[in-house]
């Protein structure tokens, strides 16, 4: 019962008792088929038989017609036998018979009784004298005579007898062959399932190095690929992951550092007020870095948890732009950008109003840190589509296009690009953005860079 546990014991016994149900399923059916059809054959030869006899079983006299039954008898292999029949009470007596020494008995043959009875042709099997016969009784039309033949089925029962030795015989390989076959079927397939099993366990260990195998295209295969696409998924968070800690460790560790020198550096008594000073705005700027990155990794940490709370809205994106405009004017002016506003239609989306400025800030902030002094910044609103658009655009160097894409990733930034940004804005916005059923999307060029929010508009403008 032990073996009974294990899928390899499961299809070898299995594939035996399939093996032994057809060959079962044969027997069954062959051999009672085969026996029928040799005795239906039987008994159509000697009911044409004696059909021919009955048409001249009066037409000789008794003494030519017993010489002519005996002949016929020999050339059939069968008994004939001409009954006569008497009665009420009806009762057969024997006009002529092929074997005159046991005539005794065969008065009271079954079959004969009932052609005699009914009147037609009948035929059936009779048990006599420690053999089985075939038996067929044909009434001669006006006349009291019927005539009956009766032959052995020794040979036909002895071909069903060779049949039903050759299956059994038969079955003796053919059990081999099916343990041979599940033998050979459950090993293959077994190996297969112990790599998987080995693969998962690697997985489960945390080594994601090695690929797992899948062979052929059945359904250990299918799964075999659906724990290699696991794992390479696994792997690919995994790296992810490990990225993410080393870049969030560096961009930690630049401000840390940078404070500690500026710590050190006031802690001597000969440095003059000015010189403090500097070292004061340093330490602020670094202590702000630090309080944008930590934000940004809460954020973060929150959307990757799913731990999020929107409240979307109907949200005029108007009135939001203006707002933002008069918040970076004084750093537009700092940095000589001039800022300008864009708003082509009053358009209403439905969003959450504190992620909306989140992402407007991200962007604008972008924009004015990695532009060109003296180059223009303008946020505005366009509606289009459908979709509430809010639109940042620069005249700035624009952005590669192989890496416009890749902007969006976290921790990336542009070869060159300032060292004050974390590489994680635009990360935090796209995704911010998804999450209110937007999107944020970057078209750039030499001279032009479009940042776009792509927004649903709110349901009461849909219906207008």
Do not use: C
């Amino acid at each position: 019962m032990k073996a009974l546990r294990n899928v390899s014991g499961q299809l070898i016994t299995a594939l035996v008792v399939l093996v032994l149900v057809a060959l079962a399923t044969s027997y069954l059916v062959v051999v009672p088929t085969l026996d029928h059809q040799l005795v239906s054959n039987r008994l159509d030869g000697l009911q044409r038989a004696a059909e021919g006899i009955a048409v001249g079983a009066t037409s000789d006299d008794r003494f030519s017609f017993q010489t002519r039954v005996e002949n016929s008898a020999s050339a059939l292999n069968a008994r004939i036998i001409v009954f006569s029949t008497v009665g009420p009470p009806l009762k057969l007596l024997v006009y002529a018979d092929s074997r005159l020494a046991n005539s005794g008995a065969i008065v009271s043959d079954p079959i004969a009784l009932k052609a005699a009875k009914n009147g037609r042709v009948a035929r059936g099997t009779v048990h006599r004298d420690g053999a089985n016969l075939a038996e067929v009784a044909v009434p001669i039309t006006g006349s009291p005579y019927l005539v009956l033949l009766s032959g052995s089925l020794r040979e036909a029962k002895q071909s069903v007898a060779a049949v039903r030795k050759q299956l059994l015989i038969a079955a003796i390989p053919s059990l081999l062959i099916a343990l041979l076959i599940g033998v050979l079927g459950a090993r293959r397939l077994t190996s297969r399932i112990h790599r998987l099993e080995r693969g998962a366990d690697r997985i489960a260990a945390g080594s994601l190095e090695q690929p797992i195998e899948a062979e052929g295209d059945d359904e250990v295969g299918q799964l075999a690929r659906s724990f290699e696409r696991m794992r390479q998924r696994l792997a690919q968070l995994d790296e992810a992951r490990r990225e993410f800690i080393a870049n969030a460790s560096h961009e930690l560790r630049t401000p840390i550092f940078a404070l500690s020198g500026s710590l050190e550096l006031l802690s001597e008594e000969e440095m003059d007020e000015a010189n403090r000073q500097e070292f004061l705005e340093t330490m602020r700027a670094q202590v702000d870095r630090l309080n944008r990155l930590a934000t940004a990794l809460l954020d973060l940490s929150r959307l990757d948890a799913d731990k999020i709370d929107l409240a979307r809205e109907p949200l005029a994106l108007t009135p939001l732009v203006e707002s933002l405009k008069r918040e970076f004017e004084a750093a537009a002016e700092l940095s000589e950008h001039p800022l300008s506003t864009s708003n082509d239609a009053e358009t209403i989306a439905e969003a959450d109003e504190q992620r909306t400025l989140q992402i407007g800030r991200i962007l604008l902030e972008n924009a004015l840190v990695h532009t060109p002094r003296g180059i223009s910044v303008s946020i505005g609103t366009e509606q289009e589509d459908g979709r509430s658009l809010l639109i940042v655009e620069d005249g700035g160097q624009g952005i590669p296009v192989d890496q416009q894409e890749r902007i969006f990733e976290r921790f990336y930034r542009l070869e060159g690009e300032k060292s004050s940004g974390s590489g994680l804005g635009l990360a935090i916005a796209r995704e911010w953005a998804r999450r209110m059923n937007g999107d944020l999307a970057v078209d750039s060029r030499l001279g032009a860079t479009r940042f776009v929010l792509s927004l649903p508009l709110a349901k009461n403008e849909e219906d207008d």
